[in-house]
């Protein structure tokens, strides 16, 4: 194995005439050392497939080549999510992954109502203070836990596809108790489904408390009609604006929804035990389908009779409305922009929309077309990273695999860049093109992180409450580097990591290069 070049922490320029010439001579030397190098083409798709190479993805591309790697990705899409034991072990010390969800919603209701019997004063003030910033590390743990999966999870284009239907099925943290709620939306509404069928995650976003909070259906009930759930349900989760849907099918599916909403978390045996509204009732964890709340008429929907039946109604509503021609077209194109182009060839979106059509929205059908495209490859290079793909890619490729302690240091990257993990106001999700992360403010931020990152001078390594020791920072010039990153350097990124003066700064130019940031 190439062994990993050593270089003094400050001062003296010897080391870059070594780094010189094993910058020429890396990528000759390491490939040939290495029986089965991986060619330019095997690179630029596997940083498509995932959020960045590291050495154990390569690994087992090596062991499995392209077509068992992806078959792997998609037919076990449904495996556990096993972390490194280090990283693990960092995310059960989180409240919020450690508590059932109930708990933490039962907390939540006694905090208030303990609030509400104080009288006012200071000492309320207080309290509801340490409330709020109770529901911030609540919210915080759960974007924590989504980026360390991003990072550490040995399924890179299943992490890549929580990420994207995350932002596709949009929550904002800061609305109601979705804080509180946020973690379990991520970890048991997204990503069981993220490479499974598209009307499954559909249906596991509608029984979600997050959505159901956010876009206020837990409101919607009979003769209090609210519509937003419904119009974003066809807008932005499904057909797409303008796919002939007409606001009188938002009402009508608006009417459909009422009834479901968030289960209270005080029992009620007497509507629960009620003659005529008990077999009725539908459970899901913390969803609730209350038949009394639901307008029980028949209603029309994309021209089908829906006739009035109670939770069913809904069930056939997303049948129908994920089955609609315009849906696998809507969704084909929002995940090649994401994955492939801005524009994305319409050839291409064409042949996603009709597998999507003829496996009735198996979406690893669809990433499986997409991936094996050959509008894919001439796609490498040119699709610039958002920036929660830039953090997370910066990181796999500094530290390849090594735990971080402390995750928080990602959360504020995220927020400088604007792209905060459930941080989205709008339902819309952040854009997918580049044009919205590459502003000059964007870029000088991005140089700012990179070097962070590049010279250490940040406490990844340092748990959480300790003192930071030692100025550690990544070594980028290992065998990863040679075998991947080096091969395809443009000139300019070349003559500009030749000029560095320190191997952080290296590491620096190496992060904020066009070379990283576009892949």
């Known amino acids: 194995m190439r062994p990993t070049l050593k270089v003094p922490s400050r001062g003296g320029r010897p080391w ?73 072990a960092l995310i059960n010390t989180y409240e919020v992954a450690n508590t059932p969800l109930e708990q933490l919603l039962t907390n939540l209701r006694d905090e208030q109502e303990k609030i509400k019997n104080m009288p006012d004063g200071d000492d309320k ?41 995350l932002n596709h099925f949009s929550v ?90 968030v289960a209270p978390l005080r029992d009620r045996p007497a509507l629960r035990e009620h003659p005529r509204y008990a077999a009725m009732f539908v459970h899901n964890g913390l969803f609730e389908f209350n038949p009394r709340r639901h307008d029980y008429s028949d209603k029309m929907l994309l021209g089908q ?20 021609p315009a849906c696998a077209q809507f969704i084909s194109k929002k ?29 690893a059908a669809v990433m499986r077309t997409m991936l094996e495209s050959k509008e894919l490859a001439t796609s490498y290079g040119k699709k610039f990273k958002d920036p929660m793909q830039f953090v997370v890619s910066s990181v796999r490729m500094a530290y390849d695999g090594k735990p971080i302690a402390n995750a928080k240091p990602l959360l504020n990257w995220l927020n400088q860049l604007g792209e905060p993990v459930f941080g989205r106001l709008t339902p819309d999700g952040w854009p997918l093109e580049g044009s919205g992360w590459s502003s000059s403010g964007q870029m000088a931020k991005r140089f700012e992180i990179a070097g962070a990152i590049g010279t250490g001078n940040n406490r990844l390594l340092t748990p959480e409450g300790t003192v930071k020791v030692g100025g550690d920072f990544p070594m980028l010039t290992t065998r990863l580097y040679y075998d991947t990153f080096d091969p395809r350097l443009s ?9 560095a003066t320190s191997q952080q700064e290296w590491n620096t130019f190496l992060l904020s290069s066009p070379d990283f940031n576009y892949r």
Do not use: C
């Not at 915080?140 to 992490?159: D, M, R």
């Not at 009779?305 to 409305?321: M, P, Q, R, W």
């Not at 801005?342 to 003829?358: C, G, I, N, S, Y």
């Open 16 to 88: 870059l005439a070594l780094l010189g010439l094993l910058l020429v001579l890396g990528p000759a030397g390491a490939m040939a050392r290495d029986p089965r190098p991986l060619s330019e083409d095997d690179i630029a798709w596997l940083r498509r497939d995932g959020f960045e190479l590291d050495s154990a993805t390569v690994t087992r591309y090596r062991e499995l080549g392209r077509s068992r790697f992806l078959d792997e990705q998609l037919d076990q899409h449904d495996s556990d999510d096993r972390l490194p034991a280090p990283v693990t």
């Open 125 to 165: 003030t207080a309290v509801k203070k340490a409330q709020q910033q109770h529901a911030n590390d609540l919210g915080q743990q759960a974007q924590q836990i989504e980026l360390l999966h991003a990072i550490y999870g040995g399924n890179q284009l299943k992490e890549q596809m929580v990420w994207f239907w």
């Open 172 to 261: 904002y943290a800061a609305k109601g108790r979705v804080r509180w709620v946020a973690n379990d939306y991520v970890q048991n509404s997204i990503r069981p489904h993220a490479l499974g069928k598209f009307r499954d995650l559909v249906m596991a976003t509608l029984e979600s408390p997050a959505m159901m909070e956010f876009l206020d259906n837990a409101q919607n009930a009979k003769d209090h009609v609210n519509e937003n759930y419904a119009r974003e349900l066809m807008e932005l989760h499904t057909l797409g604006v303008g796919s002939g849907y007409t606001q009188q099918d938002v009402q009508q599916l608006a009417l459909i929804l009422t009834g479901s909403g």
């Open 305 to 324: 009779k829906i006739k009035g039946s109670g939770f069913d109604e809904v069930t056939e509503a997303v049948n129908l409305i994920t089955r609609q």
């Open 335 to 363: 995940l090649a922009e994401y994955f492939v182009a801005d524009e994305p060839p319409p050839e291409l979106v064409a042949r996603m929309a009709k597998t999507f059509q003829r496996t009735d929205g198996d979406i």
């Open 491 to 499: 000139p300019q990124t070349r003559d500009a990591l030749a000029k």
